[in-house]
């Protein structure tokens, strides 16, 4: 009559520790991040939440905020092969996924070899991803979606743990190409940074114009990164919080039985089902972080920002009245209720 208890108390105990181990290392990476990275906890958290969630981030931030310096430094406290491409409107999709060169061979003759681009590698900082034309902002679709990039006949897959952080700055226009709304959806989050506190400043002159600079040093492997993930996707779901995510991911679509008056006024386009899967992923990385092994219905609404902003393509009447997305959610968060019926 016990075994059944015992059975239970053993899934307690392994569930435990594994929501101990994922808080040790995100912990761990948290800390190495702050080093360097000033400020912006809650930015940081999310940044670290789609890691962990195999996601990818998109940046959105004047010059000079750090967008570039946070990639870097995750990187940097991860043993992964790192690549940097800085996204220009002359960039070929050749020139990020690679190309097949002619090589001599040793007895004699030629052959065609694959000379793999930036893209195959771990962690892939695309900076001032905008500034990049549709044929090679298809390129690094591909490659973020199927995780393989096609040159020529071949097909190569792309090592795991992959990553994509992609920056651009909303002011300047000039030069640039948006990235469409199928390009937008594959981020898992879009993360806004803005300026720093007044005492903040303090730090990052501190550290950054002294002659002593910190440094950041590697604590997590793919390996790691992986196994961590693995922990993420095993953590349960019960029906009322998925359906609680699924009920906010209507309430973003005009027209649905759960939007808002504010939604069916102002959007043209609401998130995909893509929006549902981010914010059960994003919600599973939030509750392990707070030591728990089951999604709340608070862990879907802290993740609902950064998860559908990105999804919420306003109608030409709202872009011109300058309605703010955030505010769009914040009514469908408002709207939807957390007891299913």
Request: aromatic share 4%; charged share 25%; glycine share 6%.
């Amino acid at each position: 009559m016990n075994e059944p208890e015992t059975g239970t108390q053993t899934r307690s105990d392994d569930a435990a520790a594994q929501a101990a181990r994922f808080r040790e290392v995100f912990d761990r990476l948290r800390t190495e991040v702050h080093k360097i990275f000033v400020g912006h906890d809650e930015l940081v958290e999310h940044v670290l939440s789609v890691l962990l969630s195999d996601g990818h981030v998109l940046l959105e931030g004047v010059p000079g905020l750090g967008k570039t310096l946070l990639a870097r430094t995750l990187a940097s406290a991860l043993r992964l092969d790192f690549s940097r491409i800085q996204f220009t409107p002359d960039l070929m999709p050749a020139d990020v996924a690679g190309t097949m060169v002619l090589r001599e061979k040793e007895g004699g003759g030629h052959e065609l070899e694959f000379e793999p681009g930036p893209l195959v590698a771990n962690f892939i900082l695309a900076d001032e991803i905008n500034r990049a034309t549709p044929k090679t902002q298809s390129a690094l679709l591909e490659a973020m979606q199927e995780r393989q990039i096609s040159v020529s006949r071949r097909t190569v897959r792309l090592p795991e743990p992959f990553i994509v952080m992609a920056t651009q700055n909303p002011i300047e226009q000039e030069g640039t190409y948006p990235l469409p709304e199928a390009q937008l959806d594959r981020f898992l989050v879009k993360l806004l940074i803005d300026y720093p506190a007044e005492r903040e400043y303090h730090d990052i002159l501190g550290r950054t114009t002294g002659v002593d600079l910190p440094t950041v040093e590697p604590v997590s492997t793919g390996e790691e990164i992986t196994a961590m993930r693995r922990i993420a996707r095993s953590v349960e779901v019960t029906e009322q919080v998925r359906t609680y995510a699924i009920r906010l991911v209507m309430a973003t679509q005009p027209g649905s039985p759960h939007a808002p008056a504010a939604v069916n006024q102002a959007v043209a386009l609401g998130s995909s089902p893509r929006g549902a899967q981010g914010l059960l992923l994003m919600g599973k990385v939030r509750c392990l972080v707070d030591g728990r092994f089951a999604v709340s219905c608070e862990d879907i609404r802290n993740v609902a920002l950064p998860v559908l902003r990105h999804r919420v393509l306003l109608k030409f009447e709202a872009q011109a009245d300058r309605v703010n997305p955030d505010d769009l959610i914040n009514a469908a968060l408002s709207s939807v209720s957390e007891l299913s019926k």
